[in-house]
Nanobody, 115 residues
Framework: QVQLVESGGGLVQPGGSLRLSCAASGSIFKSLRMAWYRQVPGKERDLVAAITQGGSTYYAGAMKGRFTISRDNAENTVYLQMNSLQPEDTAVYYC?????????WGQGTQVTVSS
């Protein structure tokens, strides 16, 4: 059983930065290929970035060069450093396995980019 708890969201001005955290319970975290997703109302939940068990990373096109995903297997935590945030980054951000597992979805953390 895995529980994922996202945190670190908030209100930030355009051009600002936030660091999201996803804390995982359960002993299988190290075996999971983790990812961050985001969703705006009325749209599908989209993949933002992913990281393999060994630390290889993938970023969706619009996030390349602005976002950095990392993981700390000792702390069972995955991070998303977001820089140069823009209003279109406003969404609820979630972490999950990749591909996602339905029962792993948490509450997410709201990120709002606005002046």
């Amino acid at each position: 059983q895995v529980q994922l708890v996202e945190s670190g969201g908030g209100l930030v001005q355009p051009g600002g930065s936030l660091r999201l955290s996803c804390a995982a319970s359960g002993s299988i975290f190290k075996s999971l290929r983790m990812a961050w997703y985001r969703q705006v109302p009325g749209k599908e939940r989209d993949l933002v970035a992913a990281i393999t068990q060994g630390g290889s990373t993938y970023y969706a096109g619009a996030m390349k060069g602005r976002f950095t995903i990392s993981r700390d297997n000792a702390e069972n935590t995955v991070y998303l450093q977001m820089n140069s945030l823009q209003p279109e980054d406003t969404a609820v951000y979630y972490c999950n396995d990749q591909p996602p597992v339905l029962r792993y979805w948490g509450q997410g953390t709201q990120v709002t980019v606005s002046s």
